[in-house]
């Protein structure tokens, strides 16, 4: 009887050690999914750690899997739960709806656009490398954030203006300054209003073989949500929202310092009247991170974007590292409709 007793008690003190593990991994998946799941003004570190989302999938499986050898049918169906809403949140059910809707916009004659975005981290990426990317890759538009004079002759050395000979540039110390070039002809039309760094509006014409294509371009580096800067972020943000629901083809393009998982970053793609389009998820690549690049130790996200109006499809998303910087290059073929 006593070995009995013995035996039994030795049983469940693995399942208990199985149940505390669980529930210590499962918690801070629960908490994060309500500040993931609820649109609210949250405070910078529940932003910061909102950005981590699509890592969550790993705690809640192996709390569904510590559940399970525990033997308790409750704490495996609530951990079975949190794994099916990270699962929704990784793939939603709505990301190729706007490629869809894209793809009926511009079923007449395009222009393409082969497209390249990196931010330099304070003018320290490669030129080289950059140079590289834009031959090799056929980039025939590159927009630059945290660009500055050293770059801009590195780059003037490496042969870029032969690749790009346009190009509208506003060299600055620091994180303040932007560069965009392109074989196309291009004129600066405005800035974002009350932006934290400038983001220039760029007009892009497009001629070919008798076509003729508009695009509506936008040089984007957001505030990032660290310290006093949240306010401003989510208001650079909010302006960006106004800017891509403005008519034509219109293309953001660069360092929004936000993911799909912040809501302010969604709220920006609902628009004001027309659902823009976030390349990278239209072409399955939500979770081919972006940064950090560098060797930080963090798990990577996207925090850099190309967006478009629905009038733009798109094709052919890759991300490449760049030496120097801990931003990837993003690249991406637009196709514009073209008038003839």
Known sequence: MGCTVTSRRMQRAPRRAWRVTSAALAAPVAALSV????????????????????????????????????????????????????LFWLVPLDSGQADAEAAEGTAGDTLELRTMSL?????????????????????????????TTALEERLDAAGLGGLLPNRISAPAGRAAGNATYSVHKLERTGTVPDSHFSMPLIRLTAE?????????????????????????????????????????????????????????FRQLLEGDGRKA?????????????????????????????????????SAGYAVHGVHGTDHAAIIVTLSVPAAG
């Open 35 to 86: 500040f993931r799941a609820v649109p609210y003004p949250w405070p910078t570190p529940v932003v910061q750690l909102v950005s981590f989302t699509p890592w969550l999938v790993l705690p809640a499986g192996a709390s569904l899997l510590f559940a399970v050898l525990g033997r308790r049918r409750w704490m495996a169906g609530a951990a079975a739960g949190l794994v099916a809403v990270q």
């Open 119 to 147: 931010n330099a981290k304070l003018g320290r990426a490669d030129a080289a490398e950059i140079v590289r990317l834009v031959r090799e890759n056929g980039i025939t538009l590159l927009t630059i954030q945290e660009y």
């Open 208 to 264: 070919s073989q008798g076509k003729r294509a508009v695009v509506e371009l936008t040089n984007v580096h957001a505030r990032a949500p660290v310290g006093v800067g949240l306010p401003k972020w989510r208001s650079d943000l909010a302006a960006l929202g106004r800017v891509v629901s403005q008519p034509g083809n219109v293309v953001l393009a660069g360092d929004f310092n936000a993911s799909y998982d912040h809501a302010e």
């Open 277 to 313: 389009v976030d390349v990278g998820m239209a072409q399955g690549s939500r979770l081919i991170p972006t940064w950090p690049m560098d060797g930080l130790f963090l798990p990577g996200i996207t925090i850099d974007h190309i967006v478009t109006s629905p009038s733009v499809r």
